[in-house]
């Protein structure tokens, strides 16, 4: 077969854009950091990819999750311990009113004392953190305890507020108010005034009772606080299984996509030097036109 120039021509062009479009490929690859930029470029790369993305996403949703279960729970203790100080406060104003040497004035002091207690833990049933109602199951927009009512009104939802933190976990967020401020029928605060009503004289009744009704409250408080760091405790162990899943699936998403810059650079290299080769080789081989004769 008869070899022309224009072959000659041909295939040199060709084999020149063939290395123009891998030297391309290559700067690319150095400026966007990956090994493909189309999903036509590897398309079984770019599968694998969607999957291990799906997958990061996922554990990244999972951790906004288990941050939001951690706000719920880090105030629900810091309430419970509020709850339970005041609590505490009261059963030691109960013990000391009972001993039967404060006269009547003493007594009215400390019922005084006990009102404001009374109005703290009121306001800490009805604990509101980013808009929400924490004591009050899924009624987070109704306060547990209605102020407005004479007398007040204590209805504490018990429904649970699921999140989902991992594939097959869930978590209840919230703590039923009525393990907290309820003893059967009778409300922490039905409590605290009938307690009151003792210290002003209005019910004639043994100081003893109110020790022994605070003391069922404070368990009702340290078993919720008990129930709570469980969930804490389960909270954190899932939190570090997320953060081992977020490592294997980003290194796994990066070894997929993410290109190897000293194999890059030294391909890009050997590429311009083919091309340079190429192009040396081509000047020589291309016979002189009749132009070059006449100059």
Same mark, same amino acid.
Do not use: C
């Given at each position: 077969?008869?070899?022309?120039?224009?072959?000659?021509?041909?295939?040199?062009?060709?084999?020149?854009?063939?290395?123009?479009?891998?030297?391309?490929?290559?700067?690319?690859?150095?400026?966007?950091?990956?090994?493909?930029?189309?999903?036509?470029?590897?398309?079984?790369?770019?599968?694998?990819?969607?999957?291990?993305?799906?997958?990061?996403?996922?554990?990244?949703?999972?951790?906004?999750?288990?941050?939001?279960?951690?706000?719920?729970?880090?105030?629900?203790?810091?309430?419970?311990?509020?709850?339970?100080?005041?609590?505490?406060?009261?059963?030691?104003?109960?013990?000391?009113?009972?001993?039967?040497?404060?006269?009547?004035?003493?007594?009215?002091?400390?019922?005084?004392? %006990?009102?404001?207690?009374? /109005?703290?833990?009121? +306001?800490? $049933?009805?604990?509101?953190?980013?808009? !929400?109602?924490?004591? #009050? *199951?899924?009624?987070?927009?109704?306060?547990?305890?209605?102020?407005?009512?004479?007398?007040?009104?204590?209805?504490?939802?018990?429904?649970? %507020?699921?999140?989902?933190? /991992?594939?097959?976990? +869930?978590? $209840?967020?919230?703590?039923?108010?009525? !393990?907290?401020?309820? #003893? *059967?029928?009778?409300?922490?605060?039905?409590?605290?005034?009938?307690?009151?009503?003792?210290?002003?004289?209005?019910?004639?009744?043994?100081?003893?009772?109110?020790?022994?009704?605070?003391?069922?409250?404070?368990?009702?408080?340290?078993?919720?606080?008990?129930?709570?760091?469980?969930?804490?405790?389960?909270?954190?162990?899932?939190?570090?299984?997320?953060?081992?899943?977020?490592?294997?699936?980003?290194?796994?998403?990066?070894?997929?996509?993410?290109?190897?810059?000293?194999?890059?650079?030294?391909?890009?290299?050997?590429?311009?030097?083919?091309?340079?080769?190429?192009?040396?080789?081509?000047?020589?081989?291309?016979?002189?036109?009749?132009?070059?004769?006449?100059?």
């Amino acid at each position: 077969m008869r070899v022309t120039q224009s072959m000659l021509s041909n295939n040199l062009l060709r084999n020149l854009n063939q290395s123009y479009a891998e030297m391309d490929k290559y700067f690319n690859q150095l400026n966007t950091g990956k090994k493909f930029n189309r999903p036509s470029d590897d398309p079984v790369a770019a599968m694998k990819g969607i999957g291990f993305r799906t997958e990061l996403h996922q554990v990244k949703q999972y951790q906004r999750n288990t941050n939001e279960v951690h706000n719920w729970l880090d105030n629900l203790d810091s309430a419970l311990d509020q709850v339970n100080s005041g609590l505490q406060r009261i059963r030691y104003l109960a013990v000391q009113a009972s001993n039967g040497t404060y006269g009547e004035s003493e007594l009215k002091s400390i019922a005084a004392e %006990v009102e404001q207690i009374k /109005a703290d833990l009121i +306001e800490t $049933a009805n604990m509101k953190v980013n808009d !929400k109602y924490i004591f #009050n *199951g899924t009624n987070t927009n109704i306060p547990p305890v209605n102020v407005d009512a004479e007398p007040i009104v204590v209805e504490f939802d018990d429904s649970q %507020v699921i999140i989902k933190v /991992a594939t097959n976990s +869930e978590l $209840a967020a919230n703590v039923d108010g009525n !393990k907290v401020f309820m #003893n *059967g029928e009778e409300s922490l605060f039905d409590t605290i005034d009938h307690f009151i009503a003792k210290l002003n004289g209005e019910i004639d009744e043994d100081m003893d009772e109110s020790i022994a009704d605070m003391d069922i409250f404070i368990d009702n408080v340290i078993n919720s606080r008990a129930d709570l760091g469980a969930k804490m405790n389960r909270l954190e162990l899932i939190e570090n299984r997320l953060a081992k899943q977020e490592i294997v699936a980003t290194s796994t998403l990066s070894k997929n996509e993410d290109i190897n810059y000293a194999e890059t650079i030294t391909n890009l290299i050997t590429q311009e030097s083919i091309h340079r080769a190429a192009l040396s080789s081509g000047a020589r081989i291309m016979q002189p036109t009749l132009l070059d004769f006449l100059r």
